[in-house]
Protein backbone atom coordinates (compact mmCIF):
# COMPACT_ATOMS: atom_id res chain seq x y z
CA UNK A 1 0.00 0.00 0.00
CA UNK A 2 1.26 3.42 -0.71
CA UNK A 3 0.58 5.99 1.68
CA UNK A 4 1.96 8.63 -0.18
CA UNK A 5 -0.05 8.25 -2.99
CA UNK A 6 -3.20 10.44 -3.22
CA UNK A 7 -5.84 8.44 -4.06
CA UNK A 8 -5.09 6.05 -1.56
CA UNK A 9 -4.80 8.85 1.38
CA UNK A 10 -8.40 10.13 0.36
CA UNK A 11 -9.72 6.26 0.09
CA UNK A 12 -8.74 5.43 3.41
CA UNK A 13 -9.82 8.90 5.22
CA UNK A 14 -13.19 7.94 3.62
CA UNK A 15 -13.17 4.51 4.61
CA UNK A 16 -12.89 5.34 8.11
CA UNK A 17 -15.35 8.62 7.81
CA UNK A 18 -12.52 10.89 9.02
CA UNK A 19 -10.10 13.45 6.96
CA UNK A 20 -7.25 15.87 7.98
CA UNK A 21 -7.92 17.79 11.18
CA UNK A 22 -6.28 21.40 11.31
CA UNK A 23 -7.21 21.43 14.83
CA UNK A 24 -3.92 19.16 15.03
CA UNK A 25 -1.79 20.42 12.45
CA UNK A 26 -2.48 17.21 10.14
CA UNK A 27 -0.85 17.43 6.58
CA UNK A 28 0.08 13.83 5.08
CA UNK A 29 2.94 13.42 2.86
CA UNK A 30 1.83 12.37 -0.62
CA UNK A 31 5.93 12.56 -2.16
CA UNK A 32 7.20 8.96 -0.86
CA UNK A 33 10.34 10.37 -1.37
CA UNK A 34 10.20 12.38 1.88
CA UNK A 35 9.73 9.86 4.26
CA UNK A 36 12.23 7.62 2.77
CA UNK A 37 14.90 10.55 2.89
CA UNK A 38 13.39 11.42 6.18
CA UNK A 39 14.33 8.19 8.19
CA UNK A 40 17.06 6.92 6.08
CA UNK A 41 18.80 10.43 7.67
CA UNK A 42 17.78 9.42 11.22
CA UNK A 43 18.96 5.96 11.10
CA UNK A 44 21.80 6.81 9.29
CA UNK A 45 23.30 8.92 11.68
CA UNK A 46 22.20 6.73 14.66
CA UNK A 47 23.98 3.53 13.13
CA UNK A 48 27.33 5.92 13.08
CA UNK A 49 26.55 6.66 16.37
CA UNK A 50 25.62 3.14 17.15
CA UNK A 51 26.77 0.32 14.82
CA UNK A 52 27.01 -2.51 17.13
CA UNK A 53 24.12 -1.97 19.04
CA UNK A 54 19.94 -2.85 18.46
CA UNK A 55 17.99 0.73 17.91
CA UNK A 56 14.70 1.93 18.96
CA UNK A 57 12.71 5.06 17.38
CA UNK A 58 10.05 7.65 18.49
CA UNK A 59 7.14 9.08 16.64
CA UNK A 60 5.53 12.03 16.91
CA UNK A 61 2.84 12.05 15.19
CA UNK A 62 2.70 9.53 12.29
CA UNK A 63 -0.39 10.35 10.74
CA UNK A 64 -1.32 7.68 8.58
CA UNK A 65 1.98 6.04 8.47
CA UNK A 66 3.81 6.87 6.30
CA UNK A 67 7.12 7.78 7.91
CA UNK A 68 6.38 5.39 10.58
CA UNK A 69 6.45 2.73 7.93
CA UNK A 70 9.96 3.50 7.08
CA UNK A 71 10.97 3.74 10.25
CA UNK A 72 9.67 0.39 10.76
CA UNK A 73 12.52 -1.00 7.83
CA UNK A 74 14.86 0.48 9.66
CA UNK A 75 14.83 0.47 13.32
CA UNK A 76 14.10 -2.69 15.62
CA UNK A 77 11.72 -0.99 17.55
CA UNK A 78 9.06 1.72 16.79
CA UNK A 79 7.15 3.92 18.87
CA UNK A 80 4.46 6.59 17.86
CA UNK A 81 2.97 8.29 19.56
CA UNK A 82 -0.47 9.34 18.02
CA UNK A 83 -2.87 12.20 19.53
CA UNK A 84 -5.73 11.73 17.16
CA UNK A 85 -7.87 8.49 18.21
CA UNK A 86 -9.60 8.66 14.79
CA UNK A 87 -6.01 7.70 13.21
CA UNK A 88 -5.83 4.33 15.13
CA UNK A 89 -7.41 1.87 13.20
CA UNK A 90 -6.07 3.32 10.29
CA UNK A 91 -2.73 2.99 11.06
CA UNK A 92 -3.34 -0.43 12.65
CA UNK A 93 -4.34 -1.42 9.26
CA UNK A 94 -1.74 0.52 7.46
CA UNK A 95 0.99 -1.04 9.22
CA UNK A 96 -0.55 -4.27 10.47
CA UNK A 97 2.04 -5.91 8.78
CA UNK A 98 5.02 -4.86 10.72
CA UNK A 99 5.58 -6.28 14.28
CA UNK A 100 8.24 -4.03 15.46
CA UNK A 101 5.98 -1.10 15.38
CA UNK A 102 4.00 0.09 18.61
CA UNK A 103 1.03 2.87 18.38
CA UNK A 104 -0.05 4.55 21.78
CA UNK A 105 -2.75 6.88 21.75
CA UNK A 106 -2.01 9.69 23.72
CA UNK A 107 -0.51 13.30 23.69
CA UNK A 108 3.12 13.53 23.75
CA UNK A 109 3.42 16.50 25.76
CA UNK A 110 1.51 15.06 28.61
CA UNK A 111 4.29 11.86 29.28
CA UNK A 112 7.21 12.07 30.99
CA UNK A 113 9.73 11.03 27.88
CA UNK A 114 12.11 9.03 30.88
CA UNK A 115 9.44 6.78 31.21
CA UNK A 116 8.38 6.49 28.03
CA UNK A 117 11.70 5.09 27.17
CA UNK A 118 12.79 3.44 30.01
CA UNK A 119 9.12 0.89 29.26
CA UNK A 120 9.78 0.29 25.83
CA UNK A 121 12.73 0.48 24.87
CA UNK A 122 15.05 -0.76 28.17
CA UNK A 123 18.37 0.26 27.66
CA UNK A 124 19.03 0.09 23.76
CA UNK A 125 19.97 3.31 22.42
CA UNK A 126 16.99 5.72 20.97
CA UNK A 127 16.20 8.60 18.23
CA UNK A 128 13.50 10.83 17.74
CA UNK A 129 11.97 11.13 14.37
CA UNK A 130 9.07 13.00 13.22
CA UNK A 131 7.02 15.75 10.95
CA UNK A 132 6.03 17.33 13.99
CA UNK A 133 2.84 19.71 13.70
CA UNK A 134 3.93 23.73 13.20
CA UNK A 135 1.79 25.12 16.41
CA UNK A 136 3.81 23.16 18.78
CA UNK A 137 7.47 22.62 17.21
CA UNK A 138 9.06 24.28 20.08
CA UNK A 139 7.59 23.06 22.55
CA UNK A 140 8.02 19.38 21.34
CA UNK A 141 11.81 20.07 21.30
CA UNK A 142 12.32 21.44 24.40
CA UNK A 143 10.44 18.46 25.96
CA UNK A 144 12.36 16.26 24.15
CA UNK A 145 16.01 17.79 25.06
CA UNK A 146 14.93 18.92 29.01
CA UNK A 147 13.42 15.31 29.65
CA UNK A 148 16.07 12.89 28.01
CA UNK A 149 18.43 13.26 30.35
CA UNK A 150 19.44 10.39 32.58
CA UNK A 151 21.52 11.77 35.05
CA UNK A 152 24.77 12.50 33.19
CA UNK A 153 23.77 10.53 30.44
CA UNK A 154 21.63 11.69 27.18
CA UNK A 155 19.04 8.43 26.42
CA UNK A 156 18.43 9.69 23.12
CA UNK A 157 21.28 10.14 20.39
CA UNK A 158 19.38 12.55 17.77
CA UNK A 159 15.88 14.32 17.28
CA UNK A 160 15.74 14.20 13.28
CA UNK A 161 12.08 16.13 12.28
CA UNK A 162 10.74 18.69 10.08
CA UNK A 163 9.22 22.17 10.50
CA UNK A 164 8.54 25.33 8.89
CA UNK A 165 11.68 26.62 7.15
CA UNK A 166 11.80 29.87 9.30
CA UNK A 167 11.87 27.65 12.35
CA UNK A 168 14.59 25.67 10.75
CA UNK A 169 16.50 28.82 10.09
CA UNK A 170 16.29 29.67 13.93
CA UNK A 171 16.88 26.16 15.30
CA UNK A 172 20.39 26.70 13.04
CA UNK A 173 21.37 30.21 13.45
CA UNK A 174 24.92 31.34 14.90
CA UNK A 175 25.48 33.76 17.21
CA UNK A 176 25.23 37.04 15.61
CA UNK A 177 23.09 35.80 13.22
CA UNK A 178 19.39 37.87 12.72
CA UNK A 179 17.47 34.38 13.54
CA UNK A 180 19.65 33.68 16.38
CA UNK A 181 17.35 33.28 19.69
CA UNK A 182 16.46 31.74 23.11
CA UNK A 183 15.46 28.19 21.11
CA UNK A 184 18.81 28.12 19.38
CA UNK A 185 20.91 28.98 22.40
CA UNK A 186 19.16 26.31 24.45
CA UNK A 187 19.35 23.89 21.60
CA UNK A 188 23.09 24.60 21.55
CA UNK A 189 23.32 23.82 25.01
CA UNK A 190 22.51 20.00 24.38
CA UNK A 191 23.98 19.40 20.78
CA UNK A 192 24.40 20.42 17.23
CA UNK A 193 21.99 21.30 14.29
CA UNK A 194 22.22 20.56 10.74
CA UNK A 195 19.70 21.14 8.23
CA UNK A 196 19.19 18.32 5.68
CA UNK A 197 16.79 19.41 3.23
CA UNK A 198 13.80 21.92 2.27
CA UNK A 199 10.29 20.32 1.26
CA UNK A 200 8.10 22.32 -1.07
CA UNK A 201 4.53 22.45 0.14
CA UNK A 202 3.03 20.78 -2.71
CA UNK A 203 4.65 17.29 -1.28
CA UNK A 204 1.87 17.73 1.58
CA UNK A 205 -2.21 16.91 1.98
CA UNK A 206 -3.74 19.35 2.41
CA UNK A 207 -0.72 21.83 1.48
CA UNK A 208 0.47 24.16 4.05
CA UNK A 209 1.44 27.80 3.02
CA UNK A 210 4.68 27.46 3.69
CA UNK A 211 7.71 25.54 2.75
CA UNK A 212 8.89 23.05 5.58
CA UNK A 213 12.46 22.12 6.24
CA UNK A 214 14.00 19.12 8.12
CA UNK A 215 16.80 19.36 10.23
CA UNK A 216 18.72 16.78 12.68
CA UNK A 217 19.86 18.00 16.12
CA UNK A 218 22.88 15.77 16.79
CA UNK A 219 22.96 15.57 20.51
CA UNK A 220 26.21 15.48 22.99
CA UNK A 221 26.16 11.49 25.15
CA UNK A 222 27.36 13.67 27.98
CA UNK A 223 27.22 16.80 29.10
CA UNK A 224 29.54 19.17 26.92
CA UNK A 225 29.02 22.51 28.83
CA UNK A 226 29.45 23.07 32.80
CA UNK A 227 27.14 25.02 34.85
CA UNK A 228 26.38 25.25 38.07
CA UNK A 229 22.14 25.61 37.85
CA UNK A 230 20.64 24.86 34.42
CA UNK A 231 17.05 26.78 35.68
CA UNK A 232 19.36 29.74 35.72
CA UNK A 233 20.86 28.83 32.85
CA UNK A 234 17.36 28.98 30.82
CA UNK A 235 15.85 31.76 32.89
CA UNK A 236 18.96 33.90 31.63
CA UNK A 237 18.61 32.92 28.12
CA UNK A 238 14.82 33.46 28.08
CA UNK A 239 15.31 36.89 29.80
CA UNK A 240 18.14 37.69 27.30
CA UNK A 241 15.94 37.29 24.19
CA UNK A 242 12.14 38.73 25.89
CA UNK A 243 12.81 42.14 24.36
CA UNK A 244 14.89 41.78 21.67
CA UNK A 245 15.03 44.95 20.37
CA UNK A 246 16.61 46.00 23.67
CA UNK A 247 20.02 45.94 25.36
CA UNK A 248 20.48 42.43 27.04
CA UNK A 249 21.08 44.41 30.34
CA UNK A 250 17.61 46.02 30.01
CA UNK A 251 15.95 43.07 28.38
CA UNK A 252 17.13 40.53 31.36
CA UNK A 253 16.52 43.22 34.43
CA UNK A 254 13.10 43.49 33.38
CA UNK A 255 12.81 39.36 33.68
CA UNK A 256 15.12 38.70 36.63
CA UNK A 257 13.64 40.36 39.82
CA UNK A 258 15.27 38.56 42.51
CA UNK A 259 19.45 40.89 41.21
CA UNK A 260 18.96 44.72 40.72
CA UNK A 261 19.80 46.12 37.23
CA UNK A 262 22.85 47.95 38.69
CA UNK A 263 24.18 44.82 39.73
CA UNK A 264 23.21 42.66 36.48
CA UNK A 265 25.46 45.38 34.52
CA UNK A 266 28.39 45.05 36.94
CA UNK A 267 28.24 40.95 35.59
CA UNK A 268 27.69 42.10 32.22
CA UNK A 269 31.21 44.18 32.60
CA UNK A 270 33.09 41.69 34.54
CA UNK A 271 32.28 38.99 31.97
CA UNK A 272 34.39 41.31 29.77
CA UNK A 273 30.93 42.70 27.25
CA UNK A 274 30.03 45.74 26.33
CA UNK A 275 27.48 47.01 28.42
CA UNK A 276 25.27 47.90 25.10
CA UNK A 277 25.31 44.19 24.37
CA UNK A 278 22.42 42.50 22.94
CA UNK A 279 21.64 38.56 23.49
CA UNK A 280 22.18 37.29 19.70
CA UNK A 281 25.99 38.04 20.42
CA UNK A 282 26.17 35.51 23.27
CA UNK A 283 27.38 32.14 22.60
CA UNK A 284 26.11 28.91 25.32
CA UNK A 285 29.70 29.34 26.46
CA UNK A 286 29.03 33.22 27.24
CA UNK A 287 25.36 32.43 28.42
CA UNK A 288 26.58 29.44 30.71
CA UNK A 289 29.28 31.71 32.44
CA UNK A 290 26.75 34.52 32.59
CA UNK A 291 24.53 32.46 34.20
CA UNK A 292 26.64 31.09 37.19
CA UNK A 293 27.39 34.55 37.66
CA UNK A 294 24.31 35.23 38.51
CA UNK A 295 23.37 32.33 40.30
CA UNK A 296 26.16 32.82 42.10
CA UNK A 297 24.40 36.30 43.23
CA UNK A 298 21.17 34.44 43.81
CA UNK A 299 22.38 32.25 46.38
CA UNK A 300 24.46 35.24 47.92
CA UNK A 301 20.75 37.10 47.80
CA UNK A 302 19.31 34.22 49.82
CA UNK A 303 21.63 34.08 52.70
CA UNK A 304 20.96 37.90 53.44
Do not use: W
Not at 127 to 149: D, Q
Not at 175 to 195: F, L, P, Q, R, W
Not at 269 to 287: P, V, W, Y
Request: aromatic fraction near 8%; proline fraction near 4%; hydrophobic fraction near 35%.
Amino acid sequence: MNLCDIKTVKRIMAEFGTGTKKSFGQNFLINADIPYNIAEESYSYHRLRHPDLDSGVIEIGPGIGSLTYELGQRYKSVVAIEIDKTLIPILDKTLGELDNIKIINDDFLKLDTVKLIDDNFGNIPVSVCANLPYYITTPIIMKLLEESRDGDRNRLTSITVMVQKEVASRLCASEKDKDYGAITASINYYGTVTKLFDVAPDNFLPPPKVTSSVVRIELYEKPKYSVKDEKTLFDVISGAFIQRRKTMLNSLSSHISYISKERIGEIITELGFDIAIRGERLSIEDFCRLADKIYDEKIKESKI
